[in-house]
C-alpha cells in the first residue's frame, strides 16, 4: 500500500512538471511570437509612410497630397479591411518622418530610400528581412502612435524610453503624455511627487496583456475572439472609459447618473450620461451614437437640455449643457447644445472646462479600437 501511495505522488509530481514545462514552452512561444510580429507591423508601417511621403513629395501642392492619401485609403480599405483609414496613412507618414532612422540595412547603415523603393517595386520578398531595427523594439505601435501626439523631439525621446522601461501599457502612457508628464516633471521642484501621483492615477490602467489584443496575434496568443458582438456593447465599452476619462481631466467632472430615466406624460427618456461639473455650476448631459450625428440627435439632444433645465435642474445653477458624442469618428466627433437663450458670456465659457474635439476623438477612437480587436472576425485574424 504503501508503495502504491509513493507511485502515486510520483505520477502527480511528474504531471505537475510536465504541466510546468508546457506552460513554459507556450509562453516563451508567445513572447518570441509577438516580438516578431510586433516588430514586423511597425517596419510595415514605416515603410507604409516612406512609400506615400515619396509619392506626395512628387508634387509639392498640399491638394495633391491629400487627394493621393484619400485614394490610397479607400482601395486599401476595399482589399484589405478596415486599419487603413487615411488617418492612419498620414500616422504612418508622420511615423517614417520622425523616426527615419529607424531601420538600418543589413550591413548596418541607414537605409537608402531609393534602394529600398526599388526593392519594393520589384516586389522582392526580402524586403522585411533586408532591414533591421537599429535598437531593439520594445514598444507596440500604439505607443509610437501616441508619442507622435508628443511635438517637442526631447519629450518625444522621453516618452519613448521611460514606457520602454517602466512597461507602460498604452493607456498610461496616453494619460501622460495627455496631461504634460514629462513637462511637468521637468518643471517640478519636487519630482518624487509628480512621480508618485502619476503611478497612482495610472495604476487602475495598467493591463499586462494589453500587448496581444493585435488581432493578428490573438489567436496564437490565446485570444477568444467572438463575432457576435453589438452595437449596443461597442457603445456601453465606450462609455464605460469615457466616464474615468472625463473624471480624470481634473476640470471638474462627477458623475451623477448612468442611463438617466426621466419620465413625461408622452414618452419615456434615457441619457447615457449625466455629469456635473462643479467649476461650471452646470449638469453635463452625454449621448453616445454609434452611426453619424444627424438633425434628429441634435434635435433630441436640445429636447433632452431643456427638460432636464426644467424638472431636474435647481434653481440659481447654470444652463444645463447637452454633448453628442459619435463613435464614428472619420466624421465630427462631438456636437454641444446649450440652448439659445442661455446667456452667451457663459455659453464662451463653458468650452474652457468640456474636453476638447481632439481629446473627445483620441479616447473615442482608442476603445473603439480596442474593442474591435478583441472581437475582430477570424477570418480577418487569418488574413
Known amino acids: 500500500m504503501e508503495e502504491k501511495n509513493k507511485d502515486i505522488v510520483a505520477d502527480g509530481q511528474q504531471e505537475s512538471l510536465l504541466f510546468q514545462d508546457a506552460c513554459q514552452i507556450i509562453e516563451q512561444a508567445q513572447a518570441v511570437a509577438y516580438r516578431q510580429i510586433n516588430e514586423t507591423l511597425i517596419k510595415r508601417n514605416w515603410l507604409l509612410g516612406m512609400r506615400i511621403q515619396h509619392e506626395v513629395l512628387k508634387d509639392k501642392r498640399a491638394e495633391y497630397g491629400e487627394q493621393v492619401v484619400k485614394v490610397l485609403a479607400k482601395d486599401l480599405t476595399t482589399k484589405y479591411g478596415e486599419g487603413f ?5 498620414y500616422n ?7 523616426y527615419n532612422g529607424l531601420f538600418l540595412n543589413v550591413n548596418g547603415e541607414s537605409a537608402n530610400v531609393q534602394t529600398i523603393l526599388h526593392a519594393v517595386s520589384a516586389k522582392s520578398e526580402n524586403i522585411f528581412h533586408a532591414l533591421r531595427a537599429k535598437s531593439p523594439i520594445r514598444l507596440s505601435w500604439t ?10 523631439q526631447e519629450a518625444r525621446d522621453w516618452y519613448e524610453q521611460e514606457a520602454a522601461r517602466e512597461m507602460w501599457g498604452t493607456r498610461t ?11 511637468r516633471l521637468l518643471q517640478s521642484q519636487n519630482k518624487d511627487a509628480v512621480r508618485g501621483e502619476m503611478k497612482q492615477l495610472t495604476a487602475p490602467l495598467q493591463d499586462k496583456l494589453e500587448y496581444i489584443k493585435n488581432p493578428v496575434v490573438a489567436e496564437f496568443l490565446g485570444f477568444k475572439n467572438r463575432t457576435d458582438y453589438t452595437e449596443s456593447e461597442l457603445e456601453q465599452t465606450i462609455i464605460d472609459h469615457l466616464i474615468p476619462f472625463l473624471m480624470e481631466l481634473g476640470k471638474g467632472f462627477a458623475l451623477v447618473d448612468r442611463q438617466k430615466h426621466i419620465h413625461t406624460e408622452k414618452d419615456d427618456y434615457y441619457i447615457d450620461m449625466v455629469f456635473y461639473n462643479y467649476n461650471l455650476r452646470s449638469f453635463v448631459l452625454i449621448d453616445l451614437k454609434t452611426t453619424k450625428i444627424c438633425h434628429q440627435d441634435v434635435g433630441q439632444m436640445d429636447m433632452y437640455v431643456r427638460m432636464y433645465d426644467e424638472m431636474m435642474c435647481p434653481q440659481g445653477h447654470n444652463p444645463t449643457i447637452g454633448l453628442i458624442l459619435c463613435a464614428d ?5 462631438a456636437h454641444y447644445s446649450v440652448l439659445n437663450g442661455s446667456d452667451q458670456l457663459f455659453a464662451a465659457k463653458y468650452l474652457t472646462y468640456m474636453p476638447s474635439r481632439t481629446d473627445l476623438r483620441r479616447e ?3 476603445q473603439k479600437e480596442f474593442f474591435l480587436l478583441q472581437h475582430k472576425n477570424e477570418n480577418n485574424d487569418g488574413r
Open 364 to 366: 473615442i477612437e482608442q
Open 329 to 333: 469618428t472619420d466624421d465630427d466627433v
Open 173 to 183: 502612457l496616453q494619460r501622460n503624455v495627455s496631461s504634460q508628464y514629462y513637462h
Open 143 to 152: 505607443h509610437y502612435r501616441i508619442i507622435l501626439q508628443e511635438n517637442n
Open 85 to 89: 483609414t487615411w488617418r492612419n496613412l
Open 92 to 98: 504612418y507618414i508622420d511615423f517614417y518622418s520622425t
